[in-house]
Each structure stands twice: as C-alpha cells, then as structure tokens.
C-alpha cells in the first residue's frame, strides 16, 4: 500500500519539501522525539541515516530490496523510513510468529491515502478494525458469495462467461491479444453478474480503458498503489495531500459510487415492483438490500469488491499464462492431460479435479508470482514480542510473501518453474503451511480463495482446450520479458500478448 511505498519518479515536489526550513524543523524535532524513546530489542536492520532512516536502501522494486536486506540481517528485519518503523518478515517461521501466534495484535490493516476518507473506513472490509461490523460483513460475503454451495450455485455463470471469452477469440482468430484486457473483462462481468445480475463490461469496446467503470477501478487500483508518498514517511504532512493521492483516489471512488448509485436505484426499484416478470435468481445485491445496508455501505463494499477481486486474479492469471508459454515442456503436459481428461467439447468447472497437473501449475506460480507480495500491510496495535524480537506499536507489518517463495533453504530449485514440486503434496491455500501463503493466512486470509484459485484452473484449461497459444510474430518463448512491476499486485511489466489458434475437435 502506499503508506509504506517509495520515492516517486517525479521528486521535484518532494526535493522541495525537504529544502523548505519548516520542513527540516518539524524532522529535527521527530527525530529528537524519536531518538529520546529509543526502542530496545528491535529486529535487525541496516545502519539508518538521520531524517530519512532507510529510505535510501530501497528502491522501486520494494520485494526485493527486503529480499535482499533479509538475506544480510535475517528472516525478520526492521527499517525506518522517514519517522515510520516497517518490520518485515522473510521466512515461514517469521511469517507464522506475525500471522498466527501475534494475528489479534498484529491484523489491524494500513490504510493507503488514496482510501483515507473518515465515512468509507468504519464500514471497509479491507480497511477497518477486526470489530463487529467487519465480522458481520465478511461472514455475509463468505457465506453468499465464497462458500462452497455460493460457488457451486454460480458455476454456470463462470462457464458462461468462460463460453464468451472463447467465442471472442474465435471471432478475433490470428489477431494479437493483450491477456490482461480479456482475463480482466471476463473476471470483472463473472463479478458483475453475481452481485448486479448483469455484465457491466464488453470484451468488444477497446476504449472502456478511457472511459467508464473500468477505467475508474484501474485508477483506484493506481492510487492506492501510489509509489513514494511524502505523508507516508513523514506523517506530519499527510494532512496536508501534498502529492494530491487522497484527492484522486477520492475523486475515482466517487465515480465508481455515481455508477453503482444508478444500479442500486435500478434494484430498488425492480423489487418493489414485485411483477412476475421482475423475478430473477438473487444477486449479492438483492442480500444486502435485504439486509438492510443503505446505498453508502454498499457502494463501499461493492466498490472494494471489484478492486480487490479483479486486479487480484487477473495479475495471478496473466503470470501464470506467461509461466506456461515460455515452458514449453509445461505446456505439452497441459495439453496432454486436458486431452486425455476432458472428451467433450467444453469443459465444466466440474471436472476440473480431472487435472492435478494443471492446478499445480497454478500453485507453482502463485509461489513464484504472489499477486500481492506482502500480502496487503499491517500495523501492530499494541507492542507484541516475534521470534524474541520487539514489534512497538504502530509499527508496520510486512510479510514478504514472494521472498518466502523464492527461499532456497525453503525450496530446491527455487527460481524455476516446477509444478511437479506440488504432486501428491498436502500443500493447500488454507493459510496453515507459512512456506506457501499467496492468499494469506489469519483472520485477514482472503475470502475467496476457493473462487480465486478455480477461477485461474478454469480459465486456463479451457483456453487451452480450445487453442494453441503462440507469441506473435512467432518468437521465441525463451525470450519472454519476466520482469514486474511493483503497485499494489505485481504486475508484469511488460504485457503479455498472444495468438490464439483454434484446435480442431477430437472426439
């Protein structure tokens, strides 16, 4: 989250903060303030310079310059950046003593500026205090949205829009396609449909990325994720917006709750009509209407719905496509098991069971392309002891998820793509085994592991059912960029774009 991400591109409002002698007065003071209250007994670190701390020792990359720190000073690591204390564990046994053992001290999330607008925090499922409201709230979405019967309930909507993404591609046979694009529209209308009974988006419009819903969300999901916030360092200032994040992020979530408005009037109205013809399989929305959560608590929790539930599963896919093209081998025995698995023409969500290779070939990315590095930040609520270290309180919480997965004393072979490392393995999603945690563990686990994970099995069986996949201009898959991008999710940073050919139906 932007609270604890680092030095933008652009300094020159930042260089002209840190010139300023109010600036450097209102620092020395803190620092003063901060060194008078030493803590004793905090987590190794890197030596810290005076005012900034550590903030030199990291780049944009933030995964792995805390990678690399751990490697010199330990699995569990603290750093000052500007006034703020960032604790950051790198292994399973660090990760087990923040998620388990210290979860009631340690489960209170950061709140990122751009989200930091006092009505929206008490009713936020990713945001608020572990109280009453929250657990009423995320019980409801387990319950109606991630539960196993809510997600067998709604396994032919998820074949629907699977069925729609194919016939788009059949219609665009031979043309190049940004995976991302599709893989986002297709999960944002599987979304849209259980909690407004509607699509919301076209796989046809190339523009909905400058107008529109969309647009919106990938917007909140850039501010959120805002890189180098000057408040974050130095929280005298975030009153003060200097970089404008608060300002935009507000702007886009205000957007975004103008569009639903007009959803939620539409919902209001159908089923006080109460005509035969109305009658329709109950949405998310219908639940919390009937449970009477005014327009403002469902805008909110709707909107943070989509932002999490979309950019989430759609940067996982898109890895764990790039991870299957540039290893051929890979994608041979994919295909070779969805061929000798599935003999009708269309895969159910059903038989995915049928394919044990290919959900380990999800798991193996996940290990290697965590969609949220360090899972979303916490802050200690009270001062708490991990691995015989002192966490004070207020301090921030790392777990650096993606480090833990590329841990050699953890996995042999750790930077290559291996599915075979999760055949016949116990190693789930359920949060308990701290060398694997894409999803979390804690009270903060994800909810809807179970739909995120058979979303991305879904989706890429039945793509590769019905197609070869190709890079274009027919190059070679060895040369596939692999780095990323560091905002909220680890984004490829260059998109991945394919061909995609149909296969000719065997019986």
């Excluded at 932007?2 to 007065?25: G, K, Q, R, V, W």
Aim: aromatic share 10%; hydrophobic share 40%; charged share 25%.
């Amino acid at each position: 989250m932007d609270i604890t991400f680092f030095l933008d591109a652009n300094l020159s409002s930042f260089i002209f903060i840190l010139s300023t002698p109010l600036f450097l007065y209102f620092i020395i003071k803190q620092t003063i303030n901060l060194f008078s209250h030493n803590i004793k007994n905090l987590p190794p670190g890197p030596p810290k310079l005076p005012i900034i701390g550590n903030l030199h020792q990291v780049g944009d990359k933030l995964h792995v310059s805390l990678a690399k720190l751990a490697r010199e000073h330990g699995p569990l690591i603290s750093l000052k950046l500007g006034t703020q204390i960032l604790v950051a564990a790198s292994s399973p046994e660090a990760a087990k003593g923040i998620l388990k053992t210290q979860d009631r001290l340690l489960s209170s999330r950061v709140v990122p500026t751009a989200m930091q607008h006092k009505p929206f925090l008490p009713h936020s499922i990713l945001f608020s205090e572990c109280n009453d409201s929250w657990k009423t709230l995320r019980n409801l979405c387990k319950t109606e949205m991630f539960s196993s019967n809510a997600i067998e309930a709604r396994a032919r909507l998820r074949e629907e829009k699977v069925e729609r993404l194919l016939e788009f591609l059949l219609e665009k046979q031979g043309q190049v396609i940004n995976t991302e694009d599709i893989v986002f529209t297709t999960l944002f209308n599987t979304l849209s449909c259980a909690v407004f009974g509607k699509d919301l988006l076209n796989l046809e419009d190339e523009h909905e990325t400058r107008v529109g819903v969309k647009r919106s969300i990938l917007m909140i999901v850039k501010h959120v994720g805002r890189v180098k916030d000057v408040g974050a360092f130095f929280p005298i200032f975030q009153r003060f917006d200097l970089q404008g994040i608060r300002k935009g992020g507000m702007k886009h979530i205000q957007e975004v709750f103008d569009y639903w408005k007009d959803l939620i009037e539409e919902k209001r109205c159908l089923i006080n009509s109460s005509t035969p013809s109305s009658v329709q399989s109950k949405s998310f929305l219908d639940v919390l209407l009937e449970n009477g959560f005014s327009d403002d608590r469902i805008n909110e929790y709707v909107t943070e719905l989509f932002v999490a539930g979309t950019n989430t599963t759609t940067t996982a896919l898109v890895w764990a496509m790039t991870e299957i093209v540039k290893n051929q081998d890979v994608m041979t025995k994919i295909q070779e098991e969805v061929k000798r698995e599935i003999t009708s023409d269309k895969i159910q969500v059903s038989q995915l069971p049928k394919l044990p290779y290919l959900q380990a070939c999800v798991k193996e990315s996940l290990r290697l392309h965590p969609p949220v590095p360090f899972l979303l930040p916490r802050v200690a609520v009270e001062t708490c002891e991990v691995m015989n270290y002192t966490v004070p309180k207020n301090a921030i919480i790392f777990v650096n998820v993606w480090a833990i997965g590329r841990d050699p004393k953890v996995w042999d072979d750790p930077l290559t793509f291996k599915p075979e490392r999760f055949l016949g393995k116990d190693l789930d999603y359920k949060g308990q085994d701290f060398e694997f945690l894409p999803f979390g563990s804690g009270r903060r686990m994800c909810p809807s592991v179970p739909l995120g994970s058979k979303s991305m099995e879904f989706i890429i069986a039945s793509l590769i059912h019905k197609f070869d996949w190709a890079l274009p201009n027919n190059e070679s898959p060895s040369k596939l960029d692999m780095d990323d991008r560091f905002l909220i999710t680890l984004k490829k940073e260059k998109p991945l774009k394919l061909v995609f050919k149909p296969k000719k139906y065997r019986k």
